[in-house]
């Protein structure tokens, strides 16, 4: 409830002025702020039908903190002016003043001053006029006097460009009597009590309205990060082919599991310091499938399997060094070692989404940690057409009608391909996603049939996040820099499917 002494002042207005009063115009010559008499305003709305308020709008022209300071001590070509001596004041020495940048500029406009660049020591400023008229100043008092009808608006264009002067839009109310108008309140009753119906006395009473439109009030629960609303979505889409979700929860693994299982050679720069986290404590993994490593360290050093290897010493000091997974293919081939020991082969459908870490340089698009989605399907006979006709299936289920397929290289698939998508907004095509058939240096050492092929392709979470909800800074999306307010504004995501 507003202040009582200011609502019945306001009530007196109303009853003394034949048409109404203006609410800006009562602030001002009580000398108070207009959102004090607008807090009476609303409380008398809610009273009931005793006043008439009609919300009006109009534009004004008000001065800026540059514009106050430059009406109470002159505008800074003015200030510049007073600066320079009849002797004249050496430059270096006037642009250490805090108006000197920009008031020398407009001095010199003016031709108020001058600049003797031959000076003995070194560029000295002279006065070119005995005196000035501080006309910026001038004209920014009839604004603040509220005269600003004296100025045409070509100058009040030109203070504005100064960023002396802004147009307000300013919101009022013209205030009349309603029809149970009256100078003094009775507070109306907000609850029927069982005293009043035994007495009957609430036939007296008055009752303050239901507002039946009113909004209750949010229940206090917690929010789901726009990361985790369009992960589900993606991992509805999953489900819905048919896809099992693979065991993500060791962020811990191995360089045999991460790298050497992929048929990624041990001198790959990926496996630099620059490029991963290693772990100091423990620093290296001893539980490895002893003929399995053995297939592996053969297929890298020798050969096999139709292929000629990498031909260097492989280590197993080297594959021992544990890191934070740089992909989730490492739990792809885990589960496809596992899938290989079965007694008989049948297909698979796998997926993950989960978190993967690389020692990235952090920037608007780039962190060290992010999120992978990957898909991951093993049967007998697969082709490079089979792969390109499931991506079709899984993005057009993400809305991404428009793609096309670009080769590209990865260590542990051949062929592989780039996925690209037409962007709308962007009118061009940008890159969505990476694909390719696991090679067979990778598939045959874990035990799995000659005729098996497995297809894989992958993408981030972050990317598609960013684009659902407007983010162009993945620092405002994951990190110490979200804004808390966002998360508990942002809608539930629905991909359109």
């Known amino acids: 409830m507003a202040d009582t002494g200011v609502v019945e002042t306001l009530l007196q207005r109303i009853e003394k002025a034949d048409d109404g009063v203006d609410s800006l115009e009562v602030a001002n010559s009580l000398g108070l702020d207009h959102q004090v008499i607008v807090g009476a305003v609303k409380s008398l709305q809610a009273v009931g039908d005793v006043i008439s308020a009609e919300l009006r ?15 109470d001590q002159g505008s800074q070509e003015a200030r510049v002016f007073d600066s320079v001596p009849v002797e004249g ?22 031709k108020w001053i001058r600049v003797d660049k031959a000076h003995e020591g070194g560029p000295r400023i002279f006065r070119t006029v005995e005196s000035i008229e501080d006309q910026v100043r001038q004209k920014l008092l009839l604004v603040q006097k509220g005269n600003t009808s004296q100025l045409e608006e070509k100058e009040k264009n030109e203070l504005k460009k100064r960023k002396l002067l802004s147009e307000v839009t300013v ?61 589900t979505q993606f991992r509805q889409i999953f ?7 693979m065991p993500t929860n060791n962020f811990i693994e191995s360089s045999f599991w991460n790298f050497d299982s992929l048929f990624q050679p ?21 539980e490895f499938p002893q003929d ?10 020798e050969g096999g399997f139709g292929s000629q290897g990498y031909k260097y010493d492989w280590k197993i000091e080297e594959a021992q060094k544990n890191i934070l997974r740089t992909h989730t293919t490492a739990v792809s081939a885990r589960m496809l070692y596992k899938l290989a020991q079965q007694e008989k082969f049948t297909p698979v459908k796998y997926f993950s989404i989960d978190r993967v870490f690389r020692n990235e340089t ?16 093993a049967d007998y006979g697969l082709t490079l057409g089979d792969l390109m006709g499931i991506l079709h299936q899984f993005f057009n289920k993400l ?14 698939t051949e062929p592989s391909m780039e996925v690209f998508s037409y962007h709308e907004g962007l009118k061009k095509w940008v890159e969505v996603g990476n694909s390719g058939i696991f090679r067979p240096e990778m598939l045959l050492p874990m035990g799995l049939p000659e005729d098996v092929s497995v297809i894989a392709w992958g993408l981030s979470l972050e990317r598609p996040t960013m684009i659902k909800y407007g983010i162009n800074n993945i620092r405002e999306l994951v990190g110490h820099k979200v804004n808390l307010q966002m998360v508990y504004d942002s809608p539930i995501c629905r991909l359109d499917s």
Request: charged share 25%; proline share 5%.
């Open 57 to 71: 709008s109009s534009k004004r022209w008000e001065l800026t903190d540059e514009g106050t300071e430059i009406a």
């Open 239 to 245: 489900l819905e082919m048919g896809f099992t979700e």
């Open 266 to 286: 041990q001198q790959h720069p990926a496996r630099d310091q620059h490029d991963t986290f290693f772990l100091s404590d423990p620093a290296l993994a001893h």
């Open 292 to 301: 399995y490593l053995e297939r592996v360290k053969r297929v890298h050093s």
């Open 89 to 110: 004041l050496a430059q270096s020495e006037l642009m250490k003043l805090s108006f000197g940048k920009i008031g020398f500029s407009k001095a010199m406009s003016n």
């Open 399 to 412: 809305g991404i009608t428009k793609l096309r397929f670009k080769p590209a290289f990865n260590p542990y």
């Open 171 to 231: 919101k009022n109310y013209w205030i009349t009597k309603g029809n149970s108008f009256s100078t003094t309140l009775t507070k109306q009753d907000t609850e029927l009590t069982p005293e009043m119906i035994a007495s009957g006395n609430w036939k007296e009473k008055k009752f303050k309205p239901y507002n039946f439109e009113a909004m209750g009030v949010a229940p206090d629960c917690g929010h789901l990060h726009p990361l985790m609303k369009v992960r």
């Open 362 to 377: 952090l920037d608007a698009t780039h962190l060290a940690e992010f999120h992978q989605i990957e898909g991951v399907v």
